[in-house]
């Protein structure tokens, strides 16, 4: 049975760096096609891709926040960190870790985190 | 401004056939697959179509994707007040390296 769940700072303030992490068991990491992706979706707005890892560590961004992205993968604790440079209000949003696997796209999904960016 | 362009907004009576649509170009649904996820109100999205026209396992087949050039389309027949959600479309896009999600359509079932 495969789970993601989402762990990270509920505030942030602008200019800080959002760390979260996505801890997730029932595959591994190590297996080819494997990928971890983070999603977001700010309140009442849409779906928003961000970045995927995959099983070989190749590293996809979305080209409008690449600048400000960076992902990692622990396969010893089963875990991918996603961390987010100078955040802003705009970034306030549910922030989701999804399971990737070939041609089934993002199949299992966390729960989602929220971040809220205030001073 | 999403890459995938939906309505948004689609509705339905108990029984009825809906069709969502999702418009692209030939760089994502035009030469890649479409994938469809519900989203229940306060919950994850939930994959409901891959591959195009797939389902996973659980997924009624009240649920049916299709492709045509660009564009993809979500069916849901049978319609019931249960599929009351918000849908979302996305596909790979080759020119941007990226995954790219349509802006959501709010299915109300009347």
């Known amino acids: 049975q495969i789970t993601l769940k989402e762990s990270g700072p509920t505030l942030v303030k602008p200019t800080q760096t959002l760390t979260l992490t996505c801890t997730f068991s029932?595959?591994?990491?190590?297996?080819?096609?494997?990928?971890v992706g983070w999603i977001r979706q700010p309140p009442g707005k849409a779906l928003e891709w961000l970045a995927l890892?995959?099983?070989?560590?190749?590293?996809r961004y979305s080209p409008s926040l690449k600048t400000r992205l960076t992902i990692t993968k622990d396969t010893s604790k089963n875990q991918v960190v996603l961390t987010m440079t100078n955040m802003d209000p705009v970034d306030t949003a549910t922030y989701y870790c999804?399971?990737?696997?070939?041609?089934?796209?993002?199949?299992?999904w966390g729960q989602g985190t929220l971040v809220t960016v205030s001073s | 401004q999403s890459v995938l362009t939906q309505p948004p907004s689609a509705s339905g009576t108990p029984g009825q056939r809906v069709t969502i649509s999702c418009s692209g170009s030939?760089?994502?649904?035009?030469?890649?697959?479409a994938y469809w996820y519900q989203q229940l109100p306060g919950t994850a999205p939930k994959l409901l179509i891959f591959r195009g026209n797939q389902r996973p396992s659980g997924v009624p087949d009240r649920f049916s994707g299709s492709k045509s050039g660009t564009s993809a389309s979500l069916a849901i027949s049978g319609l019931r007040s249960e599929d009351e959600a918000d849908y979302y479309c996305a596909a790979w896009d080759d020119s941007l390296s990226a995954w790219v999600f349509g802006g959501g359509t709010k299915l109300t079932v009347l």
């Open positions: 029932g595959f591994s990491l190590t297996t080819t096609g494997v990928g």
């Open positions: 030939s760089s994502n649904i035009g030469s890649n697959y």
């Open positions: 890892i995959y099983w070989d560590d190749d590293k």
């Open positions: 999804a399971h990737n696997y070939e041609v089934l796209g993002f199949d299992y």
